[in-house]
């Protein structure tokens, strides 16, 4: 299995939680899982990229990115207005969009400015699941994403080497 909201949404079923059992509310956190997995996720990626790894700036870029941050952080702090979490209850979608606002320094995001997303994002970071797992996350990522050989994992993939990683060693057809 691959695919963090995939394995997010199999743990739910299969546990029977952090999904509401109500299909209506169930049906928003779903979507809102879906919101990351399309959105959040891949436009702060790219921001942490043009802010943080990038060998050098590409003005264009860190701006593109940059808005689309503060785009996307409007329309999570419009969500959270009325409710303390993603889809009323905590669900597997804020535990898909916490680890990206976690990341708020990286992407050079004032949270002052999104009131209902620092409640929320402290309500959360005060859960004690939560507090555990960054915890253990702390004894488990101590590399340096900055390190050249970090750098080649991480940015020097292509079709080429996926194609050479995955190619059938001959004779073994």
Do not use: C
Not at 10 to 22: G, I, N, R
Not at 30 to 43: D, K, N, R, T
């Amino acid at each position: 299995m691959f695919e963090s909201g995939a394995i997010l949404l199999y743990l739910a079923e299969k546990y029977e939680q952090f999904l509401p059992p109500d299909q209506r509310l169930r049906v928003q956190a779903i979507e809102w899982l879906m919101w990351q997995m399309g959105g959040l996720g891949p436009m702060l990626g790219q921001n942490h990229h043009f802010n943080r790894y990038a060998p050098e700036d590409v003005l264009y870029a860190i701006k593109r990115y940059s808005d689309e941050t503060l785009r996307l952080y409007a329309v999570l702090n419009r969500r959270l207005i009325d409710r303390d979490y993603i889809a009323g209850s905590y669900s597997i979608a804020d535990i898909a969009v916490y680890p990206w606002v976690n990341r708020y320094e990286w992407h050079k995001t004032d949270i002052d400015r999104f009131p209902e997303v620092k409640r929320w994002y402290q309500t959360i970071g005060e859960r004690p699941g939560v507090v555990r797992a960054y915890d253990e996350a702390k004894t488990i990522n101590a590399g340096n994403v900055a390190s050249d050989e970090s750098r080649e994992v991480l940015f020097g993939q292509t079709d080429v080497t996926i194609q050479q990683a995955y190619a059938a060693p001959k004779g073994s057809e």
